[in-house]
C-alpha cells in the first residue's frame, strides 16, 4: 500500500515523542503526551519509550485482524505490564498518548482516533473531519495547565491511551469509504488549528500534492516567524510534529 510518511522532533536535543508505523493493510499514529518539566511522571522509561511500545503492538494487533478497541485495549495492558514492577502507574501524568489508527479494506477504512490527532479523509469529493473535540470542549471550563491535564481520564474528561484500558472504549470508531486519507499529530495540524494559516482542505490538498513533509515544513515556518509564541499563543513554541498519507491510486 502506498504510504508516505513525515516526523520531525520539535528540538534536536530531546527525543521525538511522535509514534507512527505502517504494515501493507494498517497505519498507527501516535503523540507521546509529556508532563511539565518539574513533574514526575511515575515513569522511569520516558515518552517516547512508551508511545514507541504502545504503537508497535497496536499496529501488530491491527495487522492480526483484532477489532480496533481490542487491539488498543490490549497494547495498553501489554505495556503497562511491561513496567508496572518498576514504574507508578497511578500517577496523573504517567505517560499516555493520543491515538489515530486506520485499516484499509477493499471498500472502506476502519478508524480510531483519541484525542487531539486528526484523521482527514476524502468522501464523495469532499473533506471528512474526524476528531475528538473533548479535550477542546473542556477548556472553555477549566482553564489551561494544571487545571486542564486535571481532566485527563477521568469521567467526563478527556482521554488519551496510558495506563486504563478504558481509553479504548472511549475511543472514536466508524467506518469511512476507502479513499485517500491524512493522520496528523497536533504538532502537524498547527497550520490550521493554530495558526489559521490554511484550511482543512488546503492541507489535504498541500499532502495530496506535495507529500506530508510539505505540511511539517509549513507549520516550521509559522513556528519560525512566531518565535516567543506572542502572535499566537501555544503551550510549545515548536512541537514533534508527524504527518502521515495514504492514497489508494499511487
Same mark, same amino acid.
Given at each position: 500500500?502506498?504510504?508516505?510518511?513525515? @516526523?520531525?522532533?520539535?528540538?534536536?536535543?530531546?527525543? !521525538?515523542?511522535?509514534?507512527?508505523?505502517?504494515?501493507?493493510?494498517?497505519?498507527?499514529? #501516535?503523540?507521546?503526551?509529556?508532563?511539565?518539566?518539574?513533574?514526575? !511522571? +511515575?515513569?522511569?522509561?520516558?515518552?517516547?519509550?512508551?508511545?514507541?511500545?504502545? +504503537?508497535?503492538?497496536?499496529?501488530?494487533?491491527?495487522?492480526? +485482524?483484532?477489532?480496533?478497541?481490542?487491539?488498543?485495549?490490549? =497494547?495498553?495492558? =501489554?505495556?503497562?505490564?511491561?513496567?508496572?514492577?518498576?514504574?507508578?502507574?497511578?500517577?496523573?501524568?504517567?505517560?499516555?498518548?493520543?491515538?489515530?489508527?486506520?485499516?484499509?479494506?477493499?471498500? $472502506?477504512?476502519?478508524?480510531?482516533?483519541?484525542?487531539?490527532?486528526?484523521? #482527514?479523509?476524502?468522501? /464523495?469529493?469532499?473533506?471528512?473531519?474526524?476528531?475528538? $473535540?473533548? #479535550?477542546?470542549?473542556?477548556?472553555?471550563?477549566?482553564?489551561?495547565? $494544571?487545571?486542564?491535564?486535571?481532566?485527563? !481520564?477521568?469521567?467526563?474528561?478527556?482521554?488519551?491511551?496510558?495506563? /486504563? @484500558?478504558?481509553?479504548?472504549?472511549?475511543?472514536?470508531?466508524?467506518?469511512?469509504?476507502?479513499?485517500?486519507?491524512? =493522520?496528523?499529530?497536533?504538532?502537524?495540524?498547527?497550520?490550521?488549528?493554530?495558526?489559521? /494559516?490554511?484550511?482543512?482542505?488546503?492541507?489535504?490538498?498541500?499532502?495530496?500534492?506535495?507529500?506530508?513533509?510539505?505540511?511539517?515544513?509549513?507549520?516550521?515556518?509559522?513556528?519560525?516567524?512566531?518565535?516567543?509564541?506572542?502572535?499566537?499563543?501555544? +503551550?510549545?513554541?515548536?512541537?514533534?510534529?508527524?504527518?502521515?498519507?495514504? !492514497?489508494?491510486?499511487?
Amino acid at each position: 500500500m502506498p504510504f508516505l510518511l513525515a @516526523t520531525e522532533a520539535g528540538a534536536p536535543d530531546r527525543p !521525538n515523542e511522535d509514534f507512527a508505523a505502517v504494515t501493507a493493510t494498517s497505519a498507527v499514529l #501516535l503523540d507521546g503526551v509529556s508532563a511539565p518539566p518539574d513533574e514526575d !511522571n +511515575g515513569c522511569s522509561h520516558g515518552v517516547a519509550w512508551y508511545t514507541r511500545r504502545l +504503537g508497535a503492538l497496536l499496529l501488530a494487533g491491527l495487522d492480526s +485482524g483484532l477489532p480496533v478497541r481490542d487491539a488498543l485495549a490490549e =497494547a495498553i495492558t =501489554a505495556v503497562s505490564s511491561a513496567h508496572a514492577k518498576t514504574c507508578d502507574l497511578t500517577v496523573q501524568e504517567t505517560p499516555s498518548a493520543t491515538v489515530v489508527a486506520v485499516r484499509v479494506h477493499a471498500d $472502506t477504512l476502519e478508524y480510531l482516533v483519541l484525542s487531539d490527532s486528526v484523521l #482527514l479523509s476524502q468522501d /464523495d469529493g469532499r473533506i471528512r473531519v474526524v476528531a475528538d $473535540t473533548r #479535550l477542546d470542549d473542556l477548556r472553555p471550563r477549566v482553564g489551561p495547565g $494544571t487545571a486542564i491535564r486535571a481532566w485527563r !481520564n477521568v469521567p467526563n474528561g478527556f482521554w488519551t491511551a496510558g495506563a /486504563d @484500558t478504558q481509553a479504548a472504549e472511549e475511543a472514536l470508531t466508524g467506518v469511512l469509504p476507502r479513499a485517500s486519507f491524512l =493522520a496528523m499529530t497536533d504538532g502537524a495540524s498547527r497550520s490550521v488549528e493554530v495558526f489559521g /494559516d490554511l484550511s482543512w482542505s488546503e492541507i489535504f490538498e498541500l499532502a495530496r500534492e506535495q507529500g506530508p513533509g510539505s505540511l511539517l515544513k509549513r507549520v516550521r515556518s509559522l513556528e519560525g516567524a512566531d518565535p516567543e509564541g506572542r502572535r499566537f499563543p501555544r +503551550g510549545k513554541v515548536r512541537d514533534d510534529a508527524t504527518a502521515l498519507w495514504w !492514497n489508494p491510486e499511487s
